[in-house]
């Protein structure tokens, strides 16, 4: 049976793709009017401190999603001052995201239903746990949430085992008693699957790479609008489970 249903945050409640290339524009913004920077020297500065921090950091390390020590890191490295630039950028990039995200279409009602049959509510996220949980309040779910866990927090990222067994410890159920809902082939279906929860596929935001992976995992539940997962009958349907 059941119990809960935890949903990943990027990409699967709102579109990150598209509102992270607003928040890079507007820090290559910054950089031009504070430093005289052109915009696309400021944007390959940014890309090339991802993967310099995440480098160092190795993708073990849930601080390589950090975007202030990103920041910090692509200031210092062109010798400029990182005060008050570094928390200056780092604020205007997720300002930026976070005002321009919306909540999927029908996933407030998802939601909603699944809180009136009883089912908890699980959050699973890679990422620092400060701004996750600005954003769950930013897209006006927070009441719907029971168990918020985040890399930061769980010292673990997906699609680790330990990541998923520190959520269900948390939620206090068993495995085959949750459904994961993500939009990541490895992080999220990959892990899901190898901690024994059922992966759900969420597919508006998935890429190429994804959907060859998920091939090869043969995770066969999707969802391609979460308006599907309400049926008529008042039943709930994730994939081929239903609640
Ligand atoms: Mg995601």
Redesign the pocket.
Known sequence: MIKAVIF?????LYD?STTTKLGAEAFARYCNVHFGMSIDEAERGWKEAYDAVMDRMGMENPAYHNRLVRSQYFLEKRGLPVFPHAMELAMTYWNTLIRNMKVEEGLVELLEALKNKGIKIGIGTNMTAFVQFEKIRALGISQYVDCMVTSEEAAAEKPTKPFFDYALGKLGISCDECVFI???AKN?MQGAKGAGMIPVWYTPHAGEADRRLIEELKVTDRIDNYRECILSDGGIRLGSVRI
């Open positions: 990943d945050i990027d990409n699967t990150f993500g939009d990541d999220d």
